[in-house]
């Protein structure tokens, strides 16, 4: 199997750069974070506080995740089965997933399933923790960075795009913060991978950068 490890902060350009790997090479893209955002979604829905550890992990033994690709290949998120895809991507959302993935039992169960599939699929990967706790033998291992303002003005542009009024502001205020609360984590925090190739997209464009990951990957 050819597994692709691609981490990075929020806004890095990771998950846009995995898609755009999965589709020229014709392998799989599992997107993580996603699945983080579905059971942060989970527990909004419900009225669980995503830091309440007492109340989350009971909440894990009535959860059932399934990932579904649809005919275009497109990934879908089920919670019990609920598809959650169309949801998830709110802001408020992505505190919730950041928040809720700081709880140990929480990881364990999204990177079982995670693991699962990358042992019976070629596929490429992006999160916080894939090349340094999910994958750490992966065939290929990427972290994308950027600065926190660059990450903020994409995922402003983002959201407004989608018609969430929010201020940059804000937006660069919450990237900031979910910097801090992914890397200080006790367990599977956001870090620099053993052997993995870090680029900077600050300055670069998709093509660009996809370009480079494509001339090492066929090397």
């Given at each position: 199997m050819i597994n692709i490890a691609i981490d990075g902060p929020s806004g890095s350009g990771k998950s846009t750069i995995a898609k755009m790997l999965s589709e020229k090479m014709g392998i799989t893209y599992l997107d993580t974070g996603a699945m983080y955002r579905g059971i942060g979604y989970f527990a909004l829905k419900n009225g669980i506080d995503p830091s309440d550890d007492k109340k989350v992990i009971p909440m894990l033994d009535i959860v059932k995740m399934q990932i579904v690709y649809d005919k275009s290949g497109t990934q879908k998120v089920f919670v019990n089965d609920e598809d959650v895809t169309p949801f998830i991507r709110e802001h408020k959302i992505s505190m919730a997933a950041s928040t809720i993935s700081k709880i140990p039992a929480v990881r364990l169960k999204l990177v079982e399933l995670q693991r699962e599939i990358a042992q019976n699929t070629d596929c490429?990967?992006?999160?916080?923790?894939?090349?340094?706790?999910v994958l750490p033998n992966a065939n290929y291992k990427f972290f994308m960075t950027a600065t926190s303002e660059e990450r903020a003005l994409r995922r402003h542009k983002e959201l407004l795009e989608k018609g969430q009024e929010i201020s940059y502001r804000e937006v660069l205020?919450?990237?900031?913060?979910?910097?801090?609360?992914?890397?200080?984590r006790s367990f599977a925090p956001l870090k620099i991978a053993d052997n993995a190739i870090v680029i900077d997209t600050t300055k670069l464009s998709i093509e660009q950068v996809a370009t480079k990951i494509m001339e090492i990957v066929c090397k």
């Amino acid at each position: 199997m050819i597994n692709i490890a691609i981490d990075g902060p929020s806004g890095s350009g990771k998950s846009t750069i995995a898609k755009m790997l999965s589709e020229k090479m014709g392998i799989t893209y599992l997107d993580t974070g996603a699945m983080y955002r579905g059971i942060g979604y989970f527990a909004l829905k419900n009225g669980i506080d995503p830091s309440d550890d007492k109340k989350v992990i009971p909440m894990l033994d009535i959860v059932k995740m399934q990932i579904v690709y649809d005919k275009s290949g497109t990934q879908k998120v089920f919670v019990n089965d609920e598809d959650v895809t169309p949801f998830i991507r709110e802001h408020k959302i992505s505190m919730a997933a950041s928040t809720i993935s700081k709880i140990p039992a929480v990881r364990l169960k999204l990177v079982e399933l995670q693991r699962e599939i990358a042992q019976n699929t070629d596929c490429v990967l992006d999160g916080r923790d894939i090349g340094s706790y999910v994958l750490p033998n992966a065939n290929y291992k990427f972290f994308m960075t950027a600065t926190s303002e660059e990450r903020a003005l994409r995922r402003h542009k983002e959201l407004l795009e989608k018609g969430q009024e929010i201020s940059y502001r804000e937006v660069l205020n919450d990237i900031v913060a979910r910097d801090n609360q992914d890397s200080t984590r006790s367990f599977a925090p956001l870090k620099i991978a053993d052997n993995a190739i870090v680029i900077d997209t600050t300055k670069l464009s998709i093509e660009q950068v996809a370009t480079k990951i494509m001339e090492i990957v066929c090397k």
